[in-house]
């Protein structure tokens, strides 16, 4: 693919010129001016804007009206060097005829001649592209006139049997984009990416409000179960099993005279009628045409009976702004099987307060036992089935899968019988020795799982062993590999284990990306509960035994039976995105401190970091925050995990949450370290009368771990009511109400944070990071990672309060170790530069409730 780099340097717009749709404030003039350079110079900036702030929508402006300058400037700048090449040529040509150096002449001239012809093919592969996009944009009127259409009604059906064997021949290539030899041009794209669909789906709703709206090639991508419009695939409740149901109905080919035991099963087997060719293209002309979020293109392609998630894909060589997930463009695999190419382009991430852990959580993997046993019967059924059309070559490769899968699960079994309780760490190269398959290729054999689509054949044949009727007296006995399938699927299925299953990894790219949203709504017609494959995460786990043994360590757990990846070093992940990118933008409410991210993605590129930290939008008396170091009664507040259970400490909190709801009008929420904590106190509150007297006074919610949508709706309303005090909700650190949430106005007028939530140190994972970063950037480092963790969290807490610029609030933060400059220091600067530290040298918690009282009344 080719591309064109101006010479020329654009000039920096006033900010009138960004098509910013409301009046900018200064910050966001500034914002949108220092990230056009950043993109101009193809730097690595880090840009902080608090929450509230408008920051999408700004980094959405800047980005596009560079993009735009930029086409317009590789087009103009384009031509004039072709009418210079050429003057050049010319001139050469008469000075040839009267020079007597021959040679030197024709040297110039080939080197001119070159020169032309590279531009000259440059400006066809533009031309070329031009005339593309006026066919997407023909195709997208046309898919207007005609409205809705139904499944099926376009394209035939091929009439190709399906092969239903397993022969060596049959080795299909990965679902996504193919590598295609044609010589195109490629403009610079945009990536921006968030944490949330809901996050982006706001971005294409402030999108349409600006000029740019009109005329920007905009694309959503998200995974099959936004997108899927076909009944079939999206009634099952996993999104592994609907990854594997569509590759299958995508592939599928229409029997010309189907037998009556396939009719049994043609739900199963027939060909997915969303994906037919000219619908697909209709709606990615549409997609193209006009911004439109994850749920407003589900909606079309349901409309015109045309794949979404196809749509989608096929759409991202043409689009100029692509709006995708986390997980879609931190992964390499995720970016390859939806055919993103970095290279030249301008990555975006928004909210990326959590970049680093989000990059170690993407590429980690794990398998339980469970899994490895139902990988052992569906292989060994499979080899069994299929063995007599196996070449020897690939015969081998699935006696090393199934050795493999036994090895793992004596590890685990060696592992219960030696260690007792505990957990061990080991490195990828300690697990293979151990598991006595250090001498097996896992590259050569992850190759022949890819190109084979092993995956999916051995979950196919699974399905079909589990779909044929049992054996009767009217049919002959099955074969011992149905059989042994059959017998532990049923097994499974009366095996219903109550306890709660060890949380495993994502299967492939699409899984990961769906354990990023905030929840999943249930299905409303209860279905046959399916057991995903085991294959993908066995083969997701083989994968990281591949990477660098000093990237990552192995965790096994023998008492909960799984064998989990943890990556240490998140660089080598992020490094084809560096490198590949022409510029990077790291954005974010709260992304101090920043040092480790520094550290541990951008050491190779320090030359082209650049970092931008903003103020708020809101007045300085907009927000008054606290540092409470002693409770009402006058005792230390210390919330340390050893202490923070005592009837002291509980004592203390609940008089100040009582007294803070007498001052504090509308919401109150606070933020505790943990759910067990969060049940202490709440039980205390019960028992000691506390919460009935704040009953008086507000109305009390709690959260609890899973849903939280029904809860924010009830909280809402008690502070709606006609003559309500407000409410009082509790929640945790690290839940769902702490990141991502608006609690403007009413919703959030006080934040309180109890403690400082730190991690448990004694955690495996997290002492053997803490350890890694020790050794790789010297002593202090891990426990700066760990203090770092817990500050971040805070910092979210306080972003949920002040979302406006006619926003106010008050912010507390309960620990007498809040008032430690370090500590203060890490701290958003709008928070930080305004604390008021409350002790018993200053008037104590007396003095906060009236300073509370007078600041709501001046409101």
Known sequence: MAQYTPSQRLTTPSAQEFGFPYPPY???EQLMQELFQVLERGQVGIFESPTGTGKSLTLTCGALTWLARHEELVRTEMLARIRRVEQELAKLKDESEHSSDWLESQG??????????????????????????????????KHRKQGRAQPGKHGEQEKDPELSSDSDSEHETEDG?????????RPVQIFFCSRTHSQLAQIVAELRKTPHGQAVRCISLGSRQQLCGNPQVRRLKHVGLMNERCLDMATKKARPNPSKKSRLSAEANSRCPFKAAPLVESLRDLALSEPLDIEELASEGAACGGCSYYASRSAVEHAQLVLLPYQLLLQKSARNQLGINLKGSIVIVDEAHNLLDSVAQLHGSEINRQQLERAKVQISGYKEHFQKR????????????????????????????????????????ELTAEGDFFNIDLCELLDFCARSRFARKVQGHADRMEREPRPSENQPPVSTARSLILQRLASEQKQKEKPKPVKRKAEDSEEKAEEFQEQQKPPKKPVQEVTPSPIRPLLAFLETLTSNAEDGRILLDPVG?????????PAEQFADIVEEARAIVIAGGTM????????QLFTSCQDRLVEHFYNHVVADDAVLPFVISNGPS????????????????????????????????????????????????????????????????KSVFREVSGSAEQLLDNYALAIKKPASGGALLLSVVGGKLSEGLNFADDLGRAVLVVGLPYANRQSPELRQRMQHLDEKLGPGAGNEYYENLCLKAVNQCIGRAVRHIKDYACVYLLDKRFADPKIRGKLPKWISRHIVESNSANGGFGAVQARTARFFKSR
């Open 26 to 28: 200064t910050i966001q």
């Open 108 to 141: 110039k001239s080939r080197a001119q001649r070159e020169e032309l012809h590279r531009l000259q093919h440059l400006q066809e592969l533009v031309d070329k592209q031009e005339q593309q996009l006026a066919q997407i944009r023909k195709g997208a009127t």
């Open 177 to 185: 984009p193919q590598e295609t030899s044609e010589d195109r041009y």
């Open 390 to 429: 196996f070449s020897t070559k690939n015969l081998l490769k699935i006696n090393q899968i199934i050795f493999i899968v036994r090895r793992l699960l004596k590890v685990l079994d060696r592992g219960k019988e030696t260690q007792a309780n505990s957990s061990s760490m080991m490195r990828t190269y």
């Open 561 to 569: 039976g799984t064998l989990k990846y943890i990556l240490l070093d």
């Open 592 to 599: 101090q401190p920043t040092q480790e991210l520094k550290e």
């Open 634 to 697: 006058g005792a230390p507040l210390s919330f340390q995990f050893a202490h923070r259970a005592s009837a002291e400490m509980l004592q203390e909190l609940s008089m100040l949450l009582r007294n803070l709801c007498q001052v504090v009008p509308g919401g109150v929420v606070c933020f505790l370290p943990s759910y067990e904590y969060l049940d202490k106190v709440y039980t205390y509150l019960e028992q000691s009368g506390t919460l009935e007297t704040i009953r008086g006074r």
